[in-house]
């Protein structure tokens, strides 16, 4: 059940990737699902794990190392979720189901090679990132998944096989996770640089 990635500097534990819950441009839903695994399986303490949606103000957000990427153009998404483990005495990881780098990735191989730099593009693309406790997020998240029906009520893209992930005090509240307006939503929302500059290297 587990995979074991070793380096000079890190070992890190994880489940497989292929043996993750995994489906299709339902990123936020994906991410909880590992978190759920991670308190379940008590593979390190949840309070070192966060999870975090990126987009903007315009829900144009350039992502590289893709899988759905054409070459090495980024993929422009209007939101995506990866989920960051941050240890505070050896690496810290990303884990992106959508990725083509590891998994789990290193956090400054992810910086560099995913996100790159706000420098060299518009200011209508660069991006913010929403940082939640992942205990949180297991508590507070919700989807009835009417975000992926197009108006007359047929999928946009085939749902997960499981039921609508809900709590006791919604069933639709994932607008409030991809905006990036500081005065709704759970967490602490982060330009690019700050988000760096707090979980990069130190």
């Known amino acids: 059940m587990y995979e074991e990635c070793i380096s000079s500097e890190y070992t890190a534990i994880t489940l497989p990737k292929p043996d993750c819950v995994y489906t299709s441009c339902y990123c936020e839903e994906n991410v909880w699902k590992l978190c759920e695994y991670i308190k379940a399986q008590e593979v390190c303490p949840l309070d070192q794990v966060h999870v975090v949606f990126i987009s903007n103000e315009n829900k144009t957000i350039p992502i590289w190392k893709q899988k759905s990427s054409r070459g090495s153009e980024p993929v422009i998404w209007d939101y995506h979720v990866i989920l960051l483990h941050v240890n505070p005495q050896a690496q810290s990881f990303v884990y992106d189901l959508d990725t083509t780098l590891p998994f789990p990735c290193p956090s400054d191989m992810y910086l560099r090679e995913a996100f790159r730099s706000d420098n060299s593009i518009k200011p209508q693309f660069r991006r913010k990132m929403r940082v939640i406790p992942a205990v949180t997020y297991l508590?507070?998240?919700?989807?009835?998944?009417?975000?992926?029906?197009?108006?007359?009520?047929?999928?946009?893209?085939?749902?997960?096989?499981?039921?609508?992930?809900?709590?006791?005090?919604?069933?639709?509240?994932?607008?409030?996770?991809?905006?990036?307006?500081?005065?709704?939503?759970?967490?602490?929302?982060?330009?690019?640089?700050?988000f760096v500059q707090h979980f990069g290297a130190k």
């Open 139 to 194: 508590k507070k998240f919700a989807s009835d998944r009417s975000h992926m029906k197009h108006s007359n009520g047929t999928w946009r893209m085939p749902p997960p096989p499981y039921p609508c992930i809900e709590t006791t005090e919604s069933k639709m509240n994932l607008d409030d996770f991809i905006s990036m307006d500081t005065s709704v939503g759970l967490g602490k929302v982060y330009k690019l640089p700050e």
